[in-house]
């Protein structure tokens, strides 16, 4: 049974995982994680997980901010998807999808965050949503569609974009304007800019913000940054205003920012 052959095979395979490993976490691709998002997609779609490549060993799903188990959560249900919108982080090596069914027997606006374990696209470790449907806040998911399918996310041309720092303190900037007095002038608004929060709309974004009053900073924030879009999504915990399950999107166009998009549990 432990023969010389047995250990030249063992051997050979070990070689082999070592080769793969080295291969695989050479670098975390766009293409690889848009596929990754789209087996999310189709997922969704069907109501069965069996597509996804989900890691045998280090895999977590998270439903509203808690442990849920992939089989009985939203995603074990099949959708009626009416729009899905994916951006995609490199350096984290995750990916972000919006989904609404608007037009099924069950509405929802699904935001998910996706992350792989080693730049590796090819195996998921979390599967990370903040679903919304009938009672949560503002939610009307016909209406919000109507919104969101007139925006235009593009690709922006090079001298549009603005690098994940600066994405990121937008993000941040955002999300702490209700701890933080200040925070509301440090954000570039655009004059045109469009803030959806669950299905209501604001035009432009930049009036009536917040201007601290909280001493509760919204917590836990996970973020996905994809400068080709101009995009943040930052999943959080709304904390300042109750314990929300929470995910905050910005676009930033040319500096300042075009689009805002908020789904928010109440719990
Ligand atoms: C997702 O959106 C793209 C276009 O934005 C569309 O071509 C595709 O069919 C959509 N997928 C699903 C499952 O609805
Ligand atoms: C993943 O890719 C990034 C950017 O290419 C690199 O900085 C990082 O070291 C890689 N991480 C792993 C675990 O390979
Ligand atoms: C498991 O995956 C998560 C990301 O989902 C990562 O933060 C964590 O470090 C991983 N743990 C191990 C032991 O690899």
């Given at each position: ?15 082999l995982?070592i ?16 596929a ?15 597509g ?14 808690k ?26 090596c ?32 979390l ?33 549009q974009?603005?690098?994940?720092q ?10 702490d304007?209700w ?19 669950g ?29 080709t ?9 709304f904390d ?21 998009h ?6």
């Open positions: 049974m432990f023969g010389p052959s047995t250990r030249g095979v063992t051997a050979a395979l070990s070689i995982a080769t793969t490993t080295v291969v695989v976490s050479a670098e975390c691709t766009r293409e690889g994680l848009l990754a998002a789209n087996s999310y997609i189709a997922a969704q779609t069907s109501g069965s997980i069996d996804l490549k989900l890691s045998a060993t280090n895999f977590t799903y998270q439903l509203n901010n442990v849920a188990d992939i089989k009985t959560g939203v995603l074990s249900q099949p959708l009626k998807i009416d729009l899905n919108r994916s951006t995609a982080d490199t350096v984290a995750a990916s972000y999808t919006m989904l609404i069914s608007a037009s099924g027997s069950k509405p929802y606006v699904i935001s998910t965050q996706i992350r792989h374990p080693d730049n590796d696209t090819g195996t998921i470790s599967i990370d949503t903040v679903a919304a449907t009938t009672g949560a806040l503002f939610f009307n998911a016909p209406k919000t569609l109507g919104y969101i399918q007139k925006e235009n996310w593009g690709t922006l041309e090079e001298g974009r603005v690098d994940r600066e994405l990121k303190r937008v993000g941040d900037a955002y999300l304007m701890t933080d007095a200040k925070a509301a002038d440090s954000i570039p608004w655009g004059t045109d800019c469009e803030r959806v929060e299905s209501q709309l604001t035009r432009p974004c930049g009036a009536t913000l917040p201007r601290g009053g909280s001493q509760r900073p919204n917590g836990n924030r996970r973020y996905v940054i994809d400068e879009v101009g995009s943040v999504d930052v999943l959080c915990s300042s205003l109750g314990n929300m399950p929470d995910s905050h999107e910005v676009r930033v166009e040319g500096g300042k920012v075009k689009y805002v908020t789904v928010t549990v109440l719990q």
